[in-house]
């Protein structure tokens, strides 16, 4: 494959990184897995452009992201709705189209949701560290120079021409995700949810969290009401592993809701996002509302395989696509 000049960074927006599905194994060493915060988006936009599904894309957040190509590239654009425009023209979501030379897709601003993915037919290359193209923001490493996108920066497709046959592949439209800024989560509960009191435990089920301000790539912050321990447990524990989803306690009784930019901490965890949900904690703003409903472990797994049925749906349509390209 031949690497060649793909896109070309007008304006970064407000934070614009390259992310794949992130790296793993290496959380003893202190390295968070970083990558897309919105897998099931991510997954497929690589799929409609016709890429391996852990081919990295770009994840920007919110708005203000303009970009312009400098070769006819496959793209498309799935997760939040950014309101992307091609020049001037809003460009359908969830749907595979090619960008021409010269053309310039922008991002406006959140209609719903909060962060989109573009993936590029031929993918982003850059070099891997630790197994991931992933941007490790915290590390500065990974990624295009280990930072958000900055202006003027110009990113490398492999061989992009190749994928441009496959256009106008779209997703199922009725399985779109939906990002309502009122959001319930579905939980399991721990692992140390015995370690606060009932009241606790049915004001974290009960109550409605508003998403703070201070929310980043590394957790959701969460303001409402105090979430109770019981009286003889101090405010944290020693330090133990986190994984995405881990709803974690403070001492001012107030969750947090950690994601992929956090691999240890020493606060209780009263319950734990299952993974059908974790794509949500993506689109997740500042100011939206959140609550909490728990699940059976059968229930969780049940949802988790309805969600990768989908997949496996386009998957399947994309091969045949493929095997039959004038249908």
Known sequence: MAAVECIEILSPGLQTTVQDLGRFGFGRY???????????????????????????????????????????????????????????RPLEMWCSHVLKQGEILSFIGPLSGCRSYIALGGGIDVPPVLGSKSTSLPSGFG??????????????????HAKLVVSQRKFEPKWIPTYPGKWVLRVIWGPQDDEFTEQGRQTFLKSSYQVSSESDRTGIRLDGPIIQ???????????????????????????????????????????TVISADLPLLGQIRPGDEISFASVSLGEAYQVLRKMESRIRVLKTSCRLMMKNPEK
């Open 143 to 160: 990624g295009f120079e280990g930072k958000a996108l900055e202006a003027g920066a110009i990113l490398f497709s492999d061989s992009p």
């Open 30 to 88: 202190g390295v968070a897995p970083s990558g897309a915060l919105d897998a099931f988006a991510f997954r497929i936009g690589n799929l409609l452009v016709d890429n391996p599904e852990n081919q990295a894309c770009l994840e920007t957040t919110l708005l203000g992201l303009r970009v312009k190509a400098l070769t006819d590239v496959l793209i498309a654009v799935t997760g939040a709705n950014l309101q992307p425009r091609v020049d001037k």
């Open 229 to 271: 321990r019981k009286a003889d447990i101090p405010d944290s524990i020693i330090s133990e592993g986190q994984i995405s989803g881990n709803i974690q306690v403070p001492g001012d009784g107030k969750p947090i809701i950690i994601l992929g930019e956090t691999v240890s901490g020493g606060y209780r965890k009263i319950a």
